[in-house]
């Protein structure tokens, strides 16, 4: 059984940066679809960053070019390095994974996913 143990959370200014770190424990690491979602206030839960089987990384349009993810696999640990944050990417970040899903057409859908961590919170103030 896949647990998933995020943290990292906390408060930053706009314009800085932050890492979370989300432990994998129960299963091997790679191979399958890991990564990040988030849920802000009074909005749904969306997509942030997918590492699939292949190692490719599929980040959303509202945080490419300023979060960069990555897995330590001998940690078993997948990262979430945010720079350049801004305010409206305060929320829960949540990590995420399904074992049995190598590669996702559409790889930001909540309900490909069976296992999530309880989340960790980041809020960046103006």
């Known amino acids: 059984q896949v647990q998933l143990t995020e943290s990292g959370g906390g408060s930053v200014q706009s314009g800085g940066s932050h890492i979370l770190a989300c432990e994998v424990s129960?299963?091997?690491?790679?191979?399958?679809?890991l990564g990040w979602f988030r849920q802000a206030p009074g909005k749904e839960r969306e997509g942030v960053a997918i590492?699939?089987?292949?190692?490719?990384?599929t980040y959303a349009d509202s945080v490419q070019g300023r979060f960069i993810m990555s897995l330590d696999q001998a940690k078993k640990t997948l990262f979430l390095r945010m720079n350049r944050l801004k305010p409206e990417d305060t929320a829960i970040y949540y990590c995420?994974?399904?074992?049995?899903?190598?590669?996702?057409?559409?790889?930001?859908?909540?309900?490909?996913?069976?296992?999530w961590g309880k989340g960790t919170q980041v809020t960046v103030s103006s």
């Open positions: 995420a994974a399904d074992p049995r899903k190598y590669w996702l057409a559409r790889p930001f859908t909540l309900s490909e996913y069976d296992y």
């Open positions: 129960g299963y091997t690491v790679g191979g399958y679809c």
């Open positions: 590492l699939d089987g292949n190692s490719m990384t």
